[in-house]
């Protein structure tokens, strides 16, 4: 059995499109999907009510009294999920078809060759969609050390939705931390890899499912100071890998607050987070620059 655990707060179509594509799989095995609505708007809630009832799924809601943020509504998912297989999908994002079916036959191969599925997720190749743009593919790389690739974030990226695997795997991490409104995704994949996980690529180079983007209302600052508090969280682990290393990642941290701030049109908050990852690392700032004029 397979639970599908689905966060939602006050975006009832988000939630139909989601539900939408979880129906639509091509993988007939028993599904359950959960819901957990955090402390929606009751007008809101009455539309996801609604969008669930007519679904045909079987479908678990939870309903948060409060609004509590996103890592305490996935901790609340965890808690409520009892199946052997666990699968994630943000409300508003889409599998393909095949995903769930691709991702099963990876992890019956792993049980094949004798690996211990307690320790495994399988990632996916998806699609990136910013809002009134086009799609474009990203490829997960899932070889080489997967502590470095999450750090820099350019070869392998944290997010739950391309995911599955079994209970026991995604309760090797001891919960999502509460004190992270963003980036929680990015902590929980480095807990998993630090505390002995391993992902895999699932066995199909096309894209699974899709990410719909959008950096309009997101603090910039937040951002960061998210990023600070991962990174003090696991300096061990981040320090291991160099001093220069170190000011790598924080500058690539700055570079994605300043795309949070240009697209909330704070270009001189945008500016002070480039200006701040040229005194961490000018080298990496410069690169960046020479690619953006090269992109337009």
Known sequence: MLDVLIPHFNDAEALDLSLRSVAAQTWRGKVRVIVVDDGSPSDELRRAEAIISSCDLDIELIKQPE??????????????????FIAWLDAGDTWYEKKLETQFNTLYKQVYDGQDLSRIWV????????????????????????LKHLYVGDR????LWTL??????????SGFDERLPRLQDLDYFISFVRGGGRLISAESSDALCCYFKSDVGRNAQEIRDCYETIFSKHGPSLNRFG??????????ADFV?????????TPLVSLGFRMHAFGMDPRYTLYRAKKSLRNG
């Open 164 to 173: 599955l695997g079994t209970r026991e795997a995604f309760n090797l991490v």
């Open 243 to 252: 001093v220069k290393f170190v000011r790598r990642a924080k500058a690539k």
């Open 67 to 84: 609004n509590r943020g996103r890592p305490a509504t996935r901790n609340t998912l965890l808690s409520a999920s009892d199946a052997r």
């Open 156 to 159: 392998l990226r944290a997010y």
């Open 123 to 146: 990632t996916c190749n998806y699609d990136w969609q910013w809002v009134g743009g086009r799609r474009r593919k990203v490829t997960q790389t899932t070889s080489g050390d997967q």
């Open 257 to 265: 607050a300043a795309r949070f701030a240009k697209n909330n049109r």
